[in-house]
């Protein structure tokens, strides 16, 4: 067994306590990101948890925390993204929207299923770990991904799910449903 | 409503946490507010602050000026009926409202029921004061719970009493033997199950947030701190000097809310608080309604 992997949370607002007992159940250590001085620890993977997008990026803005995050995201530091997390990790949002962090090449649309009566659960393939449950609340989903880029789960033709390089960006919320398995694959990536 | 459906609006709430829900009453606000980052907005027609002013019946807003508010923004939007007003709550549902706070700040429509919210697809938040209050709610489908508060006053007393009433009941049934659960059921007129959730894990089955009377960046803390998970503020924000300024203070005091100096810097040079009436003062306690 090697030594126990340390994991920080984005923890400005949102579901990010439900992605910390994951990471802890699964025998991780978590530390939570509220401020810059938060940023400077050491830790070998990054969460960016549900929420609500416009929220975490203005707060990531206003607590100089964006610009040293994406230095350390486009230097390799593996970052899983849900939801909001997806949001701000993408390069592009649809609908003319700017983008927070923007260091993961794909178009996000916000909002694409709807209001909260377009919220739902479902089983679908994911790639490399097979059927696992979904759930999207006021979900985005990936509009287009540039090359490099690889597709890791689709539902009714739409992308949820995308990894590119250290980064893992998924439209719906693995930390709500007991499927542990992407939690499990983004530790492993954790070095 | 499915089990299903009420487990995604349980989960709704779950996002919203670490956030300020904010009382707006025009797109404009909603939009101020919006970039001061609230994680939602509540639209209503005029805010508690002015509902106490005016006296008076006071009921659920303008579907148009609800949709006005929707169309202004990306963030969730919530919208008030009253007490027991199972039409203005369809209503809200037809109109795809996020939430609807079935509200003591409204004139109650139903003095002894309150709205079947199973019945419903959208979620509810219900104001509550205490444990018992919190559990009726929820099993009568709120998937998430506020502090009820004393909405319109600037006043924090009571939404600290509450939140402090709350506590103090979930950690008593915390500490009781499972044989004893069965007459605390009978007691708060709740079901066993609900009161077994409470015993068995330390808290509520849904999310709950602080509301009524928060008006500054501290008054946000120190909810945060006696265990809210986030924070509505109503009159707090566009009754005050410098509405932007004061928004964006308590987004980020209800973020860092235990650092005391953040804390010190972010409740600078706010310009005015809202007046604010001291609960003494005032005739007309919005908490009595509906438990």
């Known amino acids: 067994m090697g030594a126990v992997k340390k994991i920080a949370v984005l923890s400005v607002q949102g579901a990010f306590a439900e992605q910390e007992k994951r990471i802890e159940d699964l025998g991780a250590e978590c530390i939570e990101i509220r401020q810059k001085a938060d940023l400077m620890q050491d830790f070998d993977g990054m969460i960016l948890p549900g929420g609500e997008s416009t929220v975490q990026g203005k707060l990531l803005t206003e607590l100089g925390m964006l610009e040293p995050l994406r230095d350390r995201i486009r230097s390799g530091l593996p970052v899983l993204g849900t939801c909001a997390g997806l949001i701000l990790l993408a390069g592009e949002l649809g609908g003319g929207e700017h983008g927070w962090l923007g260091t993961l090449p794909v178009r996000v649309r916000r909002n694409a299923y709807g209001r909260q009566l377009g919220s739902f659960h479902v089983r679908e393939v994911f790639q490399g770990i097979g059927r696992i449950p979904m759930t999207f609340i006021r979900a985005p989903y990936v509009e287009s991904v540039t090359e490099g880029v690889e597709i890791l789960a689709t539902v009714d033709n739409r992308i949820v799910a995308v990894r590119y390089a250290n980064q893992i960006g998924i439209a719906f919320h693995p930390e709500l449903d007991e499927d542990e398995s992407i939690h499990k694959m983004f530790l492993s990536i954790c070095l | ?291």
Request: charged content about 25%; overall charge negative.
């Open chain 2, 1 to 291: 409503m499915s089990e299903e459906r009420y487990v995604l609006n349980k989960q709704l709430a779950q996002m919203l946490k670490g956030g300020v829900i904010m009382d707006v009453t025009t797109p404009q606000q909603a939009q101020i507010a919006q970039e001061a980052g609230a994680c939602a907005v509540m639209a209503l027609e005029r805010i508690p602050a002015d509902i106490r002013a005016a006296g008076g019946v006071s009921r659920m807003s303008d579907p148009k000026m609800i949709k006005g508010i929707q169309e202004a923004v990306s963030i969730p939007v919530m919208a008030k009926c009253r007490i027991g007003h199972f039409v203005e709550a369809q209503i809200l549902e037809a109109i795809e409202i996020d939430y609807i706070d079935e509200s003591e700040v409204l004139s109650p429509a139903d003095d002894v029921y309150h709205i079947d919210k199973r019945a419903f697809r959208v979620p509810f938040v219900c104001g509550a004061k205490d444990l018992g209050e919190a559990l009726r709610r929820i099993n009568e489908g709120a998937s998430m719970i506020r502090t009820k508060g004393e909405p319109g006053t600037g006043d924090v007393v009571q939404a600290v009493r509450h939140m402090r009433r709350m506590n103090s009941e979930i950690a008593r049934i915390t500490s009781m033997r499972t044989d004893e659960l069965y007459e605390e059921a009978k007691q708060l007129s709740v079901p066993f199950a609900l009161v077994e959730y409470v015993h068995d894990n330390g808290r509520l089955p849904v999310v709950n947030f602080a509301a009524g009377g928060v008006a500054t960046p501290a008054d946000a803390a120190l909810m945060m701190q006696l265990g809210a998970e986030g924070v509505f503020v109503g009159s707090g924000i566009f009754k005050s000097g410098n509405p932007k300024k004061r928004a964006a203070a308590i987004v980020q005091a209800v973020t860092n809310y235990q650092d005391s100096r953040m804390l010190a810097e972010l409740s600078e040079d706010l310009g005015e608080a809202m007046v604010g009436i001291n609960e003494q003062e005032i005739a007309l306690l919005m908490a009595e309604r509906g438990v």
